[in-house]
């Protein structure tokens, strides 16, 4: 079992939609949760950041990090078609290595 | 400086030869981080430096694999002898430190192998 599991996709949805992304992971250890936004043959861009349980809001993005459940999710509200993009979810126990998912491919239609 | 800079952006060589990837870190980030991702994948982790200390490196990491960042400020990465299997993007990522916000890893473009 991978530490960090995110469902691959393809997630295809219509602009305008609200997207919903999920990781899991198993070690209780993890502390800090990212999302990033991978173009197609780029690096990847910080997204949203949170180190705690609860909700975290930046303009049309919402993360959200149940610990209890070891479940994290990505929120993105009146999707556009410029959100078509692979989302990576990324997690350390702190001051070292990041364990990725596997990415979700997303693509928002007109 | 705006952000992490990688070199060169692609890189396309024969199996056996060796290869060299630079990263100039954000200025005043003291972690620098090696990432390899390929198609499909999320990143994963290869090595990572503390200012010019390379405090950690992962069993991906094989004999065939240097990385150094001396005087703390860039890095190189180094594959000797590569191998078909070498071929990959291979990312660099700096943050501040520990604790906080200065958890948080900014990547660069990375550098796109291919081993032929």
């Known amino acids: 079992q991978k530490e960090v599991e995110q469902d691959p996709g393809p997630l295809s949805v219509p602009e305008g939609a609200i997207v919903s992304l999920n990781c899991t992971y198993s070690?209780?250890?993890?502390?800090?949760f990212m999302w990033y936004r991978q173009y197609s043959r780029k690096g990847p861009e910080l997204l949203m950041y949170t180190y705690s349980s609860g909700n975290k809001e930046d303009g049309r993005f919402t993360a959200q990090v149940d610990k209890s459940s070891k479940y994290i999710s990505l929120f993105i509200r009146d999707s556009q078609p410029s959100d078509s993009a692979t989302y990576l979810c990324?997690?350390?126990?702190?001051?070292?290595?990041?364990?990725f998912g596997t990415g979700t491919q997303l693509k928002v239609e007109l | 400086d705006t952000g992490v800079s990688q070199n060169p952006r692609h890189k396309i060589t024969k199996r056996g030869q060796n290869v060299t990837f630079r990263c100039d870190p954000i200025s005043e980030h003291n972690r620098l981080y090696w990432y390899r991702q390929t198609l499909g994948q999320g990143p994963e982790f290869l090595t990572y430096?503390?200012?010019?200390?390379?405090?950690?490196k992962s069993r991906l990491l094989s004999d065939r694999f240097s990385a150094e960042r001396p005087k703390g400020s860039f890095s190189t990465l180094e594959i000797q002898r590569t191998e078909q299997g070498d071929s990959a993007m291979y990312l660099c990522?700096?943050?501040?430190?520990?604790?906080?916000?200065?958890?948080?890893?900014?990547f660069g473009p990375g550098t796109r192998l291919l081993v032929l």
């Open positions: 430096f503390q200012n010019e200390a390379q405090l950690e």
């Open positions: 070690n209780s250890a993890f502390q800090y």
């Open positions: 990522a700096s943050s501040l430190g520990t604790g906080g916000d200065q958890e948080t890893q900014y």
């Open positions: 990324a997690i350390t126990g702190g001051g070292n290595k990041l364990t």
